[in-house]
Structure formats: structure tokens, C-alpha cells
T-cell receptor, first 116, second 112 residues
């Protein structure tokens, strides 16, 4: 069975500081991994995804994430936080290969607060 | 940009009423999903479909039902709403397994 754990339900950073949101996954087969962002009263928007190509994945809005198989991690980073980055961030996993059903398993989410 | 639409965005209804949440996508995606999300919590899959006339239960048990008569349309129905159904319902779609899953903006349901 697959699962996702996001360490830290709330992360607070100052504007201009490094953003680091942690995600660890469990999967019995090579996974596909995703980061989504959710702004208040809106749906989810894809930030980036890993599908077994390059381990360092670049996404929108200056975010990137690195797939580390040995650590079963897919942490999200951004060098310099902006006020507009304040939102809820979700890490998600789905199965690759023939067993892939397309379903996503989500982590519990991390609320990012950006202080001026 | 994703072309997936949900209506209504916000709905307040009384206990016992029947409601249908509409979801439509214009991308020709075969796979469609319904997720339920309580405020501040993670998303849970409640229904999914691989194509026309295909519907499956998700990982979280739900009293709602779905249908997939047309590729672009995946409505969710609650025959008799209860306060415990108060939540946000997010519809999503993808072209194939492994492809990006696109989400609608969600439907906020409040049952009083």
C-alpha cells in the first residue's frame, strides 16, 4: 500500500527566506510523485511532478523538488519565499507501471505562512 | 490551464434533501475522480471512473453515488443529505494513468 507523510502541518518563513516542505512516501513499486498547491477556496493546482525521469524536478513559481529513492523523500523547496506563496501544499503519490490506476494518495498537507 | 468545471461552487441545503454536484471536463480525459476534503485536512478519494459506464468506489467510504454516461460528465449525487456530508468535494480528471491529474475548483457543501 502507498502512503505519504508530510512533516510539519504548519511552516512559517520570512519573506525572502528559503522554503522547505518535507514529504516522505511509501510505495512498493516505483512511484509517481506530485506537489500541489491550494489557495483559499480554490481547487488544487499542480506545482510539479516526478515520473522517473530527472530526479530534480523544476515546477512553476520557482519551486523545485528532488526525488531521493534512498531516503524515500520528495521535499519541495524554493530559494526565496514570496508573500504570494502562502497557501496549503499537498504531496501526493501514485503507482507507476502496469499497476497504475491513476489514483492519487495525498499527504495531510502543510500550511505555508510567509511573514513580511 | 485545466478545463474542468464544478457547479455549484457553494451550496447550503437542509437535511434530507437530494443534491447533485456537477463536474464537466472538456479535455477528453478518460479518467475522472471525486475527492472529499474536510477543512484543513487531506484529500480522500471517494469515487473514480476509467471511462464511460465505468465507476468504482474510492478509498474512503461514501454514501454518495456517481455516474459516467458521457466522457465529459461525472456527476455526484447524495440521495438524502446529512450534516455529516458537510465538506468540500473536488472533481478531477486525467488523460491516462501517470499523467497529470487536473482539479476543478471544488464544491463546498453545507448541510444544515
Amino acid at each position: 500500500a502507498q502512503s505519504v507523510t508530510q512533516l510539519g502541518s504548519h511552516v512559517s518563513v520570512s519573506e525572502g527566506a528559503l522554503v522547505l516542505l518535507r514529504c516522505n512516501y511509501s510505495s512498493s513499486v516505483p512511484p509517481y510523485l506530485f506537489w500541489y498547491v491550494q489557495y483559499p477556496n480554490q481547487g488544487l493546482q499542480l506545482l510539479l511532478k516526478y515520473t522517473s525521469a530527472a530526479t530534480l524536478v523544476k515546477g512553476i513559481n520557482g519551486f523545485e523538488a528532488e526525488f531521493k529513492k534512498s531516503e524515500t523523500s520528495f521535499h519541495l523547496t524554493k530559494p526565496s519565499a514570496h508573500m504570494s506563496d502562502a497557501a496549503e501544499y499537498f504531496c501526493a503519490v501514485s503507482e507507476s507501471g502496469s499497476s497504475n490506476t491513476g489514483k492519487l494518495i495525498f499527504g495531510q498537507g502543510t500550511t505555508l505562512q510567509v511573514k513580511p | 490551464e485545466a478545463d474542468i468545471y464544478q457547479t455549484p461552487r457553494y451550496l447550503v441545503i437542509g437535511t434530507g434533501k437530494k443534491i447533485t454536484l456537477e463536474c464537466s471536463q472538456t479535455m477528453g480525459h478518460d479518467k475522472m475522480y471525486w475527492y472529499q476534503q474536510d477543512p484543513g485536512m487531506e484529500l480522500h478519494l471517494i469515487h473514480y471512473s476509467y471511462g464511460v459506464n465505468s465507476t468504482e468506489k474510492g478509498d474512503l467510504s461514501s454514501e454518495s453515488t456517481v455516474s459516467r454516461i458521457r466522457t465529459e460528465h461525472f456527476p455526484l449525487t447524495l440521495e438524502s443529505a446529512r450534516p455529516s456530508h458537510t465538506s468540500q468535494y473536488l472533481c478531477a480528471s486525467s488523460l491516462n494513468s501517470g499523467n497529470t491529474i487536473y482539479f476543478g475548483e471544488g464544491s463546498w457543501l453545507t448541510v444544515v
